[in-house]
């Protein structure tokens, strides 16, 4: 067994924290060709720790309340800082915005993540099961996935981001507020056991 294997999984979330401020320090000034660089490799590497924590957790069987509390903070840091800065004057240019995020898409799912957040917090302090849903894991995989892309076309291939961009925040925007739904239902029915 490795010297504190139980740890390892915990470890690995709490470096997303770092490595998303680092992504939101070279991704703040706007597009750059050295900084945007940097901040996608910190992405990456954020998001591999995501990837890997809880894999590594279910496999050791050292899956931790503070493991339930940390990971799903961590996620959202990332992707929601990443999702503000993205959507800030940085990324805009007088013809509008170059990442194709928009200040009401980063609003929209803002309020997806502040409900789900809320709605977890109160159902299972009575008691109730309100882990991840398959759809949620799904928008995590989308977001990890298409907001690092739009860095990169907009460093490399600008001409593809102006046709892309916006459809790709648009499309991570619907799924996101649909996964959003997807925990509304699950929170109907949770609140019907409590007051069974």
Request: charged fraction near 15%.
């Amino acid at each position: 067994m490795i010297p504190n294997q139980k740890n390892i999984p915990n470890a690995l979330t709490v470096a997303r924290l770092p490595l998303a401020a680092a992504t939101f320090g070279c991704w703040a000034v706007g597009p750059d060709p050295i900084l945007s660089w940097l901040g996608l490799a910190a992405f990456l590497l954020a998001a591999l720790t995501d990837a890997l924590d809880g894999h590594l957790a279910r496999r050791w069987g050292v899956e931790s309340l503070i493991g339930r509390i940390l990971d799903p903070f961590a996620d959202k840091v990332l992707i929601l800082g990443t999702v503000v800065i993205l959507a800030g004057p940085t990324w805009h240019n007088e013809a509008g915005s170059i990442s194709g995020w928009t200040p009401v898409m980063a609003v929209l799912v803002l309020a997806r993540e502040l409900f789900v957040t809320s709605a977890r917090a109160i159902l299972e302090a009575e008691g109730v099961d309100y882990r991840a849903r398959a759809i949620g894991k799904w928008k995590m995989v989308l977001q990890s996935a298409c907001l690092p892309a739009v860095v990169l076309l907009v460093t490399v291939a600008p001409e593809i981001a102006e046709q892309c961009a916006t459809p790709m925040a648009w499309g991570v925007t619907i799924v996101t507020v649909l996964s959003g739904l997807d925990y509304v239902s699950a929170m109907r029915k949770g609140l019907r056991e409590v007051s069974a």
